[in-house]
């Protein structure tokens, strides 16, 4: 009865575009707010390593992506967040934290300024809903947001060869991409959003690109010769507590203001 209720649950849980490819692969699955992730495949402490020394493939297609326009979508999005898009150029993405009027954090984010009439705003998966529902009511007029979450899928390669295996799969230089920085290029045939971000504290990409298609890309990246390691949200915990990475939920939430958790910058 209680495999029977256990089977029931999961298959009521959201599953990534790229599930098929984690079954291949062996993984072990977790319920990861309400998302069915891969934990780990062959273990947390080789996959961790992996990243460390070689390269890491990471699914985060979990996370949402809500895109805002408008004529002055850049001005439009600096009122929600704490960071300033008028510091950066197109082409740039910073990392930031958007706060309610008590300074604690709805959620902290990743805004990619793609150019002034639109903004790319990665969400936390958890968020998704929260986050829309809460820049849709605070946007000012003339701004329009989409959530746009289950068009994208979200592929993250890190490690200190990170560079040299993406640049096995597209004609874009790459290396001309700074940390931060993001363009649009072809890896594997797939056209994609090539930012040079990540949440491991170790160079490396994580490519948007259309959900009906990241399995092209993933495929063509795990099977490179001597290409990354499949790792589990096992290996993502460690390597961002490692790095002192805060995770939403755990270390900061909307009880806790950006300086009370070590984000003043």
């Known amino acids: 009865m209680f495999k029977e209720r256990e089977f029931k649950e999961r298959r009521l849980m959201k599953r990534t575009p790229l599930y098929i490819c984690h079954s291949e692969h062996g993984a072990r699955f977790v319920d990861f707010g309400g998302w069915e992730m891969p934990v780990q495949y062959v273990g947390i402490r080789s996959e961790h390593e992996a990243v460390r020394t070689h390269a890491g493939l990471f699914d985060v297609s979990h996370m949402g992506e809500v895109v805002v326009t408008g004529d002055d979508a850049v001005g439009a999005v600096n009122t929600l967040?704490?960071?300033?898009?008028?510091?950066?150029?197109?082409?740039?993405?910073?990392?930031?934290?958007?706060?309610?009027?008590?300074?604690?954090?709805?959620?902290?984010?990743?805004?990619?300024?793609?150019?002034?009439?639109?903004v790319l705003i990665c969400v936390n998966a958890s968020n998704r809903e929260k986050d829309f529902q809460w820049i849709c009511d605070h946007l000012p007029a003339g701004a329009v947001a989409e959530d746009q979450s289950d068009e994208y899928a979200q592929i993250a390669l890190q490690g200190p060869q990170a560079e040299s295996l993406l640049s096995q799969l597209t004609e874009t230089n790459i290396s001309d991409i700074g940390r931060y920085w993001f363009a649009r290029g072809e890896v594997a045939g797939v056209s994609c959003i090539i930012s040079r971000t990540g949440y491991t504290g170790e160079d490396g990409f994580e490519l948007y690109l259309p959900a009906a298609k990241a399995s092209i890309v993933w495929r063509?990246?795990?099977?490179?010769?001597?290409?990354?390691?499949?790792?589990?949200?096992?290996?993502?915990?460690?390597?961002?507590?490692?790095?002192?990475?805060?995770?939403?939920?755990?270390?900061?939430?909307?009880?806790t203001t950006p300086l009370e958790a070590g984000l003043g910058w």
């Open 220 to 255: 063509a990246l795990a099977s490179l010769k001597e290409g990354p390691v499949p790792c589990g949200l096992g290996a993502r915990d460690t390597l961002r507590l490692e790095h002192k990475y805060a995770l939403y939920g755990n270390d900061i939430d909307e009880s």
């Open 81 to 118: 967040i704490t960071n300033d898009l008028e510091k950066i150029a197109d082409g740039q993405a910073c990392y930031t934290a958007m706060c309610m009027p008590s300074g604690g954090i709805v959620d902290d984010l990743v805004v990619y300024r793609i150019s002034r009439a639109e």
